[in-house]
């Protein structure tokens, strides 16, 4: 049954927002989502302070036990769905999970503990998943230039750096746009290579 007008087919792409502990991730998921954002969060107790490092992340309450979920429409027919990533070590095998299916990820940096991305980068790296690195603007912290970032950071060629404030959803659109850019850039490089 025809109405008269055609329905655009909708993709959904699945991408993954990780960093270290108290990066913004759930904020940046909450931020940008356009439905209510699912929220697997637990109360930090005295008794974990010995387990997660709250080390320059102080005033933080409550961490993320399993995953974010949201979904923002970056433009007709285009989806995404987003997986907020648990940021403690301890929950890490959740990563492998997540990941199946993901078209990339962002990777949350503080420049104030920039060290505590390392993980996510390497974890990226390794599986050769398309990763966009958006360095969340935090008071106090020390603007550096895109460059210096993915040389501290020692990434690939080509890997986007893109300074965000997870609060805002217009920064953090930005940032899943130059994600969705990069690894349509990585699939096309990987298709083509995979003819020859």
Known sequence: MDSGHSETPVMALKILIAGGFGVGKTTMVGAVSEIRPLRT?????????????????????????????????????????????????????????LSQGALGAVVLADTRRLEDCFPAVDFFEHRKIPFAVAVNRFPGALEHRPEDIARALDLQAGTPVVPCDARER???????VALV?????MHAARLLESVR
């Open 181 to 185: 850019e990069h690894a349509g850039r």
């Open 170 to 176: 217009a920064s953090g659109k930005e940032v899943l």
């Open 41 to 97: 969060e637990e109360q930090l107790t005295e008794a974990g302070r010995h387990v997660d490092d709250t080390m320059g992340v102080e005033r933080k309450s409550t961490t993320t036990v399993a995953m974010d979920f949201g979904r923002i429409t970056i433009r007709a027919g285009l989806s995404l769905y987003l997986f907020g990533t648990p940021g403690q070590d301890r929950f890490w095998f959740l990563w492998d999970e």
